[in-house]
């Protein structure tokens, strides 16, 4: 039951995003951006505010979830020294963690072959959606990170990090397809979704087209994995449980957010504000994810 659940989400996903591709096409940016803060505010913080529930899970006893609760908080704070010190350093740092975090959640269940490799696999398909996005949506990715950092990526930076992410797919796809660690129609699918992407990212604005992998690609799966490792089961009470467990800390973090953009007035954008409280969230939520998957 559980794999008819995860193949009809398949079918679901590619349709939403073909809608969604189309909503793009026929819409401005205001209808697009609209969508998409719609989108990331509710289920993409949502995805993000059982960590500590997993956490108690994960570890049975007081005195190891204690420890790892201040790991946490503690992961936390270091970002945000990082950033006090080096902003930029703070949204590259938050790229590489987002993108392995994204790799780890799309192709763990496809690939297992060492941990160094899995990483690398993982961190080069994270960074090659970035660089995907990026180039799309230069001229907003400008202004985003002149906002938070005062710096901005070059189109060099991005053709090269795409160019470098892309080769390591290449070669380490055909690795696994020789060393019979994949299946060939695992490897075309792949490229299929890559191919997909590239037009929905090239015809939509910037923050719809991170919206529609983050929510559609990335949130959605790793809530239904959440659950499942919660609750054991995935059925509606299950989901039902996990939405009310992560119902205050949503709030919170939904909360923070407004408070932040109304406060702070040299941000201007709010895209803006959404990229900051994921950088906030990205890294502890990376470690607690890594620590569920194994």
Same mark, same amino acid.
């Given at each position: 039951?559980? =794999? ?9 996903? /590619? ?13 401005? %940016? ?11 505010? *509710? ?25 790892? @609760? ?23 740092? +938050?790229?590489?963690?987002? *993108? ?12 297992? !072959? =060492?941990? &160094? ?8 398909? $994270?960074?090659?959606?970035?660089? @995907? ?13 002149? %906002?938070?950092?005062?710096?901005? +990526? ?16 290449? #070669? ?36 719809? $087209? ?8 990335? *949130? ?7 659950? !499942? ?17 992560? /119902? #205050?800390?949503? !709030?919170?973090?939904?909360?923070? @957010? ?19 409280? &994921? ?16």
């Amino acid at each position: 039951m559980r =794999n008819t659940f995860y193949s009809n989400y398949q079918n679901f996903m /590619l349709f939403i995003t073909f809608f969604l591709f189309w909503i793009s096409i026929q819409f401005g %940016e205001v209808v697009e951006d609209f969508l998409a803060y719609i989108l990331v505010i *509710s289920l993409g913080i949502l995805h993000g505010a059982n960590d500590l529930l997993i956490l108690s899970i994960k570890e049975k006893t007081d005195k190891t979830f204690i420890k790892n @609760l201040f790991i946490y908080i503690g992961i936390i704070i270091l970002c945000l020294v990082i950033y006090m010190f080096s902003s930029f350093t703070a949204i590259l740092f +938050f790229v590489l963690l987002s *993108s392995y975090h994204f790799g780890e959640e799309h192709l763990s269940k496809k690939i297992n !072959v =060492n941990g &160094l490799f899995n990483s690398f696999y993982f961190l080069a398909y $994270g960074i090659f959606i970035f660089s @995907l996005i990026f180039y799309q949506s230069a001229a907003d990715v400008d202004l985003i990170m002149t %906002e938070l950092t005062g710096l901005t +990526f070059t189109e060099f930076q991005i053709k090269m990090a795409l160019l470098l992410s892309g080769v390591f797919l290449c #070669i380490g796809s055909i690795y696994l397809v020789l060393t019979k660690k994949n299946k060939v129609k695992i490897f075309f699918r792949e490229i299929f979704y890559l191919l997909l992407l590239y037009l929905v990212f090239q015809n939509s604005s910037l923050v719809l $087209g991170f919206a529609i992998y983050f929510i559609f690609w990335h *949130s959605i799966p790793s809530i239904i994995h959440q659950v !499942v490792f919660i609750s054991g089961n995935l059925n509606e009470k299950a989901i039902f449980y996990y939405v009310k467990k992560a /119902l #205050i800390y949503w !709030v919170i973090s939904v909360v923070g @957010l407004f408070v932040l953009y109304q406060l702070v007035p040299q941000i201007e954008l709010f895209a803006t504000v959404v990229f900051a409280i &994921l950088f906030a969230v990205t890294a502890p939520h990376t470690w607690v994810m890594h620590k569920m998957k194994n």
